[in-house]
C-alpha cells in the first residue's frame, strides 16, 4: 500500500499551509504523504472517515509541568494529560532545576510518548543550588531536549540576567512569567523568540497594563520585536476580564498554552483543548486558535519546519476532533465565568504516524474553587 492511514473528508485547518477546507490526509510512516481532495482511499491499510469533524496538526502546549519522577508537587504525567488531549508536543516550563535535569531526562523525558522539549530554571544566586551561568549553558548545548531557562515570579530579580547569559551562551530562550517583575522591566531582558507566559494573567501585581488601563507601549514593543506573548493559563495566569481587556485594544497572544498541574488539572484549567475552548468563548477565531496552538508555538520551539503543521514532508502528528455542541460554563481563575455554545474535543489522536490508544486523565470535582490566591477574592455584587 502507498500511505500507512488515510483520513479522510474532514475540515482540515492548517494556518502554516493556508488550508481551511475539506480535504484528504495521507500518512506514510511517519511523515504526512500527501494532501489533498478525493484520495483514492485502495491507497491506504487504515482509512479514517473523519467527516464532520476538524483536522488539525498535533496540538503544541508551551506550558507544562510532567517531572513526575521528582516525587512531589507539581508535576501531572505527560501522556494521560497531554497525549491524550492532543497535544503530541509539549514544553515543561521549568520544573527541574540545573543539577536535577540529568535524572529528569532519564525518568520522564526519554519514557514519555510525548514529544518533549524542556526548560531549567535559573537558579537564584543566593540560593541553596547556585548553579553557575557556565554550567547551565553547557546543559543547553549538552541536550537536544533542553531549550533554555525559565523565570519563575518566586525569584529574585538577580537571578535573571544571568538567566539572560546562561541562554546567550547556550543558544537557548528566556521563558519569564509575567508577574515576576514589573513588565516594562522584565521585557527589557527578553529578546525576540523568547516567551513571557502569563500574559493575561489577573493583575495582582505587575499588570499589563499601565495606570490608564492601557497595554503598556513596551508590550506592543515586545510583539514586534518576535518576543511570544503566551497564555499559562495555570493557577493564576489567566483571566478573561485581562484577555477582553487587551482584545478590545486590539491586541491577541501568540500562543496558547496550559500550565496544567497538579493545582489546576481538576479545574480551572483541566487540559488543552477546554484552554482552546475558552479563547473561542471570549471570541477568538478557530483559525486564530489553531494557529496560537500549533504553528506558532512550533516556531518558538524553532520547529517550524517539522511540527506544527500538515505540509507534506512534515512530521505525521494530526489530531481529528469533534466541535461539541451544547452548553458549556468555562472558569479562569478569577473563578468568573464565560458562557459557551461550543467545546473543541478531540477525538483521535495521531502522534509521529501512530495513532495514540493510552489512557486519559478524568478530572475529578473542581477542587480549585476556595483555593484562590490573596487578592483573588471576589466581591458580592
Ligand atoms: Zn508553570
Not at 31 to 37: F, H, P, R, V
Not at 128 to 139: A, K, R
Not at 196 to 208: D, K, Q, S
Not at 252 to 266: A, L, W
Request: hydrophobic content about 35%; aromatic content about 8%.
Amino acid at each position: 500500500m502507498k500511505w500507512n492511514i488515510l483520513i479522510t473528508g474532514g475540515r482540515v485547518i492548517d494556518p502554516y499551509s493556508g488550508i481551511d477546507g475539506v480535504r484528504d490526509v495521507a500518512i506514510t510512516g511517519n511523515k504526512i504523504a500527501e494532501i489533498g481532495e478525493n484520495l483514492p482511499q485502495d491507497q491506504a491499510d487504515l482509512v479514517i472517515d473523519a467527516s464532520d469533524k476538524i483536522v488539525t496538526p498535533g496540538l503544541i502546549d508551551l506550558h507544562v509541568h510532567n517531572y513526575t519522577a521528582r516525587g512531589n508537587r507539581p508535576s501531572v504525567d505527560s501522556d494521560s494529560t497531554n497525549m491524550a488531549y492532543g497535544v503530541t508536543t509539549a514544553l515543561d516550563a521549568g520544573t527541574a532545576t540545573p543539577s536535577e535535569y540529568p535524572h529528569y531526562w532519564e525518568s520522564d523525558i526519554q519514557n514519555t510518548k510525548v514529544r518533549l522539549y524542556s526548560l531549567v530554571r535559573m537558579p537564584d544566586p543566593y540560593g541553596p543550588d547556585p548553579s553557575s551561568v557556565g554550567e547551565v549553558s553547557d546543559l543547553i548545548t549538552s541536550y537536544d531536549t533542553l531549550l533554555g531557562v525559565k523565570f519563575h515570579h518566586s525569584q529574585h530579580f538577580s537571578s535573571l540576567p544571568l538567566a539572560r547569559e546562561a541562554v546567550d551562551f547556550g543558544g537557548g530562550i528566556l521563558m519569564c512569567e509575567a508577574y515576576g517583575a514589573p513588565i516594562p522591566q522584565l521585557l527589557d531582558w527578553m529578546n525576540p523568540g523568547d516567551i513571557l507566559t502569563h500574559t493575561f494573567h489577573a493583575a495582582f501585581r505587575f499588570p499589563i497594563f499601565d495606570h490608564r488601563g492601557q497595554l503598556w507601549s513596551k508590550i506592543w514593543d515586545a510583539k514586534e520585536r518576535g518576543v511570544f506573548l503566551d497564555i499559562g493559563h495555570g493557577a493564576r495566569g489567566f483571566a478573561f476580564r485581562t484577555m477582553e481587556q487587551a482584545l478590545s485594544q486590539g491586541f491577541k497572544p501568540d500562543t496558547i498554552s496550559t500550565d496544567v498541574h497538579v493545582g489546576n488539572i481538576d479545574g480551572p484549567v483541566y487540559d488543552m483543548p477546554t484552554t482552546m475552548s475558552k479563547m473561542l468563548a471570549i471570541g477568538l477565531s478557530l483559525n486564530d486558535v489553531i494557529e496560537m496552538s500549533t504553528q506558532i508555538p512550533a516556531r518558538a520551539l524553532m520547529q517550524e519546519k517539522e511540527l506544527g503543521s500538515l505540509a507534506v514532508g512534515t512530521v505525521a502528528d494530526v489530531v481529528i476532533s469533534n466541535m461539541d455542541q451544547g452548553s458549556f460554563t468555562y472558569l479562569d481563575v478569577l473563578h468568573e465565568e464565560r458562557a459557551a455554545k461550543e467545546k473543541f474535543s478531540p477525538e483521535t489522536v495521531i502522534y509521529s504516524g501512530n495513532i495514540y490508544d493510552g489512557d486519559k486523565f478524568q478530572p475529578g470535582e473542581m477542587s480549585h474553587k476556595h483555593d484562590a490566591p490573596p487578592g483573588f477574592i471576589l466581591t458580592e455584587t
